[in-house]
Each structure stands twice: as C-alpha cells, then as structure tokens.
C-alpha cells in the first residue's frame, strides 16, 4: 500500500468520524445564540425569548421558543446531506406542526412548506443575518403561490438576560467555539460584513506577523470595499483550548485570491481567542504568522 493511499484511507475515516464538519453544515450558525424576539420596528418590549443550541454532536439546531402568552416550542434543523436541503420540523404546546425545507440563497436561509393548519397554506421563511442580530420574515399564500401576504417579521437581538439553563460542558462550548470561528472565516471569504460584525469584539484587535494591528472597524471596512476578492479562505487542524470564559483556537488559514487585481496565495498559522459574554462568545483578539513557505504549506 502507498504512502498516498495510507493518507488518503487515513483522511476519508476522520472525516466519516466527524459528521456534520462541513461548510455546508454551518450555513445556519449565524443563528445560534440566546436571543430576545421583536417585532421589527419594536425594540422596546421582546415578543418571545428564543435560545438556539446545537446538538447531537453538532448535527441539529435545536431553537427553544417561549413567548408571553405560554405558547412554547421546538424546532429541529439539520442539513440533508443527500438532498442537499435544509429541513426544519416545528411543534408546540398547542399541538401545532410544521415542517418546511429549502437552501441558503446568498446570505440568507430560505425554507418552505405547506402549514395544514392553515388550510394547506403555503408558507415561506428567511433568517438573514443583520447588524445587530438575525431577522426573520415569514409570508404566506392562501391560492397556491399566486399572492403571498406578510406573515410575520422579527428581530433576534443578544438576550439582554440569558435563560437559565443547564451550565454548557466544556465539550460543548469548544463546539460552539469551534464552529463559530469557521463560520467567521466562511464570513470572511464572502465578504459578510452583517455576520462579521456580529461575532467580533467591539474593542477587538488584529496582530499579524508583519507586525501590522487591524480594529473591527477596519476589518469591516476591508469587506465592504470588496478590494478583496477570495478563491478560498478556510482552515485545518484546528483545535479549541479552554480556559474558563475563554478559549483560543489554534489552525492553519490558507488564503487564496486578488486584492485590487493582485492575485495572492498563502497559509499561514493563527490563533483566535474568545471571551464568552451575556450575549453569547465574541471574537476578541486574532494573531497571525508570517506566510509559510511552500514546502511547509505542502506538507
């Protein structure tokens, strides 16, 4: 047997030994969080408290929903892999079902589906993440798609006092670092300012291996400029150390593209390390290395 097929064999089994890891899996991320529901345009008094978890292993979103009128629910969300589909089972104390599927459509999740309990209504849903949070709007049409009228549209915003809830195991939270610190470098690569925003520090700071330093405000000005232009931006071998409210990750960031035309192709070493706040972990302080040469790159 070859080295090649040794790596190759080696490669495959890790992956099947972690489900659920791919970029496509972490398309709905941006909606993970302890969140207060408003109605849009009321950000005065919360409609709902929602907290959204991932589960079994980071396969399934799992969003907890409690208003003030008693209504409680659970929705379910997984990504079909050999459909290639999102799909989202919905329930609540009052006996309702709704089950409704779609794909990421740009930024944003689009799903929809027939509601019975509306008479066979079609219905249709889009979480978009926005500045400040996650915004959710919901139509709906009586005649078969021909009108669709407004159903509902509301504003997730970091929970002002989260729900108690069972204290996160560390295994947990280096999941939820974890997969929020791809989800930044997927956000990086599409120039996403709304999700890049959301998961930085306000006072958050970037050191490179140049020596240069970059604040939020700059990092998100870079993306709005569109100068940069990716093939690619991911990472490998990461790994999430925790030390109480904090945790640092470590990988190796390959980067490839243009910036004002200049093509650009690079790896380099970082570590990311975040501070878990009210709202939710935030990306506070980045390092970086010095580009690698090729024939570590390669390796």
Not at 49 to 78: A, M, N, W
Request: glycine share 8%; proline share 5%.
């Amino acid at each position: 047997m070859t080295l090649a097929l040794v790596l190759l064999l080696t490669t495959l089994a890790a992956a099947q030994s972690k489900p659920c890891t791919t970029p496509e899996h972490h398309q709905f991320d941006f909606w993970v969080g302890d969140w207060d529901a408003f109605d849009f345009g009321n950000d005065e008094t919360p409609s709902a408290h929602v907290r959204v978890d991932r589960i079994l292993d980071g396969c399934v979103l799992r969003e907890d929903y409690q208003d003030p009128s008693g209504t409680k629910g659970q929705s379910f969300t997984i990504y079909d892999v050999p459909r290639k589909l999102w799909h989202q089972s919905w329930v609540t104390n009052r006996g309702n079902l709704l089950v409704i599927e779609g794909r990421l459509e740009g930024d944003q999740i689009v799903l929809s589906g027939i509601d019975d309990s509306r008479g066979n209504a079609l219905v249709r849903g889009v979480w978009k993440p926005v500045s400040g949070g996650v915004r959710e709007t919901a139509v709906i049409s009586s005649d078969n798609g021909k009108t669709w009228k407004p159903w509902f549209d509301i504003m997730f915003k970091p929970a002002a006092t989260p729900a108690a809830s069972a204290d996160p195991t560390p295994d947990d939270d280096a999941k939820t670092v974890a997969a929020l610190d791809t989800q930044y470098q997927a956000a990086v690569e599409k120039n996403d300012v709304a999700t890049m925003d959301r998961i930085l520090a306000d006072d958050f700071v970037l050191v490179t291996g140049a020596g240069k330093s970059y604040t939020k405000a700059d990092l998100l000005d870079e993306a709005r400029s569109g100068r940069i232009i990716y093939e690619r931006q991911d990472d490998t071998e990461q790994k999430v150390r925790l030390f109480g409210n904090t945790a640092v990750v470590t990988a190796k960031l390959t980067a490839k593209g243009t910036e004002s035309g200049k093509p650009f192709d690079y790896s380099v070493w970082f570590s990311d390390t975040y501070v878990r706040t009210p709202s939710g972990w935030r990306y506070v302080f980045g390092q970086s290395s010095l580009h690698l040469p090729k024939e570590v790159r390669g390796r």
